[in-house]
């Protein structure tokens, strides 16, 4: 099968199309012919060796976390799927979704929304799935509470948005200027332009605010956040994490960070509000498979609004009864 590898940590020039072989599948995976993926900020990271700490030495890898497409065997424990499915979900760490063909655990997918193509369904689960365990899990969100998304017109920030509002929480989304409009059309009840204002200085105060973006810090936050109230990052530094540990016993502003988790339940109860027409996918650009280099590239210079999707050609499939 086709598929983009690494055999060294490095910039994008490391990523390389060649055949390799097809994975073979546990008794709880799925063979999954992939229709499409996306790029998130950690598979670059991953690239760069960033997380080299985490992830090792031994190589070629195949990168990638998101996953939709088609499944064509299924493991002799899967109960759920079965040849011909069409699913939607996430590789075991570290990746494997930039391939013709990846294993997926059966409690890693779900089925793909019905209103929703094999690119727009890729690039959910990562990001969608870190917005909702954000919000839901990490700030235990409440209808009527006042929800400040920084970055909301980003890969995860696009979905807390949507997210947010179909929980019930009033929605303030932070971002540049020309994407004010776009934020506004996912459901945002009050924008803020960056470029004009620094949303710490805002006059209203917030129950959560979720930095979708990792660029600041209970300290810098707490005049803005409510007395009891969360600062979630998807990025956590040190001095966040310090924050963390400071605040998580007592009753007081806290901060957390979010560390994705994912899992089929969720999957299914973002297909179910996708279906409802409470959440879409924001795909900024489609590139091939074979174009990867580039994909990372532009996912590095922090301008793509909502996701960057992977698209490979359909083609007929034989599946495995």
């Known amino acids: 099968m086709k598929a983009v590898v690494i055999r060294r940590y490095g910039a994008a020039e490391v ?9 073979k599948i546990e008794p709880t995976q799925l063979l999954v012919k992939v229709r499409a993926s996306s790029v998130n900020p950690i598979d670059w990271k991953i690239r760069k060796g960033m997380l080299s700490l985490i992830t090792g030495s031994k190589f070629p890898k195949i990168l990638g976390f998101d996953v939709a497409g088609e499944v064509v065997e299924v493991g002799s424990g899967v109960t759920r799927f079965k040849p011909g499915d069409a699913i ?9 979704g930039y391939a013709e063909f990846a294993a997926i655990p059966e409690n890693l997918a779900a089925f793909k929304p019905t209103n929703m193509s094999y690119e727009e369904a890729a690039a959910v689960p990562l990001a969608a799935l870190t917005a909702l365990q954000a919000l839901r899990d990490q700030g235990n969100i409440q209808t009527g509470q006042n929800v400040l998304i920084n970055g909301a017109a980003g890969g995860v920030g696009s979905f807390a948005v949507q997210i947010a509002k179909a929980l019930g929480a009033e929605v303030t989304g932070v971002s540049s200027s020309k994407n004010l409009d776009l934020v506004k ?3 945002a009840d009050r924008v803020i ?4 204002q620094d949303f710490t200085e805002d006059t209203n ?4 605010i979720l930095d979708a973006v990792g660029k600041r810090s209970l300290s810098q936050t707490k005049r803005v956040l409510k007395p009891n109230g969360i600062y979630i990052t998807t990025l956590p530094s040190p001095e966040v994490f ?3 540990v400071l605040t998580a016993f007592l009753p007081v502003q806290k901060a957390k960070f979010i560390l994705q988790k994912p899992n089929t339940q969720d999957l299914i109860y973002l297909k179910e509000l996708i279906e ?5 996918a924001v795909i900024d650009r489609t590139y091939p498979l074979q174009e990867l280099a580039a994909a990372h590239g532009y996912s590095e210079t922090g301008r793509a609004v909502g996701k960057i999707a992977l698209a490979q050609p359909v083609v007929d499939i034989a599946v495995s009864s």
């Open 15 to 23: 990523l390389q199309y060649e055949d390799v072989e097809q994975p």
């Open 88 to 96: 939607y979900g996430s590789t075991s760490f570290p990746g494997g």
């Open 185 to 187: 059309s996912l459901g």
């Open 193 to 196: 332009d960056y470029t004009r």
């Open 205 to 208: 105060q917030y129950d959560i």
């Open 242 to 244: 310090l924050e963390s």
């Open 276 to 280: 409802a027409g409470k959440i879409r």
